[in-house]
């Protein structure tokens, strides 16, 4: 699986309290795949909260008409005191879902 980014700073939904954002939308095979993911990095609490904020979600492929393709996509949400503490936090993620995306292949789950 080839992971694509999407940036969209003009879409934050999260309450912005900083001048720092970033929204990635990262696509999975299967909606199972994505709600992994989401299950797996969500957990992890924020360091500086009051500087670095992360809010995840999983959401619907543009126009998914089957069960696969619904809910299929992990939204990242990111807000940020200043552009070195959203680099680390975006890099933290990034691991993260380096390590979700690599077990997944590795374990074959839904052929990846």
Not at 50 to 66: E, H, I, M, N, P
Not at 69 to 91: K, T
Request: aromatic share 6%; with cysteine.
């Amino acid at each position: 699986m080839i992971l694509q980014f999407q940036s969209d700073i003009s879409s934050i939904h999260i309450m912005s309290k900083h001048d720092h954002h970033l929204k990635l939308t990262i696509p999975f095979s299967t909606s199972r795949q994505a709600q992994i993911a989401y299950n797996v990095i969500s957990p992890d609490p924020q360091l500086k909260p009051d500087q670095f904020t992360q809010v995840l979600s999983v959401s619907d492929a543009r126009g998914a008409s089957d069960e696969l393709s619904a809910g299929r996509i992990l939204v990242a949400e990111f807000d940020a005191a200043s552009e070195r503490v959203l680099r680390v936090g975006v890099n933290g993620f990034l691991d993260s879902l380096g390590v979700v995306v690599g077990c997944l292949r590795d374990l074959d789950y839904d052929a990846l």
